[in-house]
């Protein structure tokens, strides 16, 4: 899976996530153009991350949603996004473990 290294296709997954399902064209707009989005979606599609369904009776519209893998991935990606921009710091949120009561700062 590439899709770190991708920020079209991260932002897509970051825009399905905040907006819910959308048609096509929409979630087009919402990113930055690219020659190569289609190809990026259909990459999204291929990893799983997304599903696109077209309505034949609705001239063809094709919607865009995220799977479950892509939701969680999502997830994280705005759990990072928070981490980078200083606001889960700011807010004092904890971490995702329980350090060990016997952990030490140094080696010996």
Do not use: C
């Given at each position: 899976m590439d899709l770190l290294g991708d920020m079209n296709k991260i932002r897509m997954v970051l825009v399905l996530e905040r907006e819910g399902t959308l048609k096509k064209t929409d979630l087009y707009s919402k990113i930055k153009a690219?020659?190569?989005n289609a190809a990026k979606l259909e990459e999204l599609k291929t990893e799983g991350l997304i599903v696109m369904t077209?309505?034949?009776f609705a001239n063809n519209m094709t919607m865009v949603s995220l799977t479950l893998e892509g939701r969680a991935i999502a997830r994280k990606l705005?759990?990072?996004e928070g981490i980078l921009s200083g606001e889960l710091a700011?807010?004092?949120?904890?971490?995702?473990?329980?350090p060990s009561p016997?952990?030490?700062?140094?080696v010996s």
């Amino acid at each position: 899976m590439d899709l770190l290294g991708d920020m079209n296709k991260i932002r897509m997954v970051l825009v399905l996530e905040r907006e819910g399902t959308l048609k096509k064209t929409d979630l087009y707009s919402k990113i930055k153009a690219n020659n190569a989005n289609a190809a990026k979606l259909e990459e999204l599609k291929t990893e799983g991350l997304i599903v696109m369904t077209t309505d034949t009776f609705a001239n063809n519209m094709t919607m865009v949603s995220l799977t479950l893998e892509g939701r969680a991935i999502a997830r994280k990606l705005l759990e990072i996004e928070g981490i980078l921009s200083g606001e889960l710091a700011a807010s004092g949120a904890e971490m995702d473990y329980e350090p060990s009561p016997t952990q030490r700062d140094s080696v010996s």
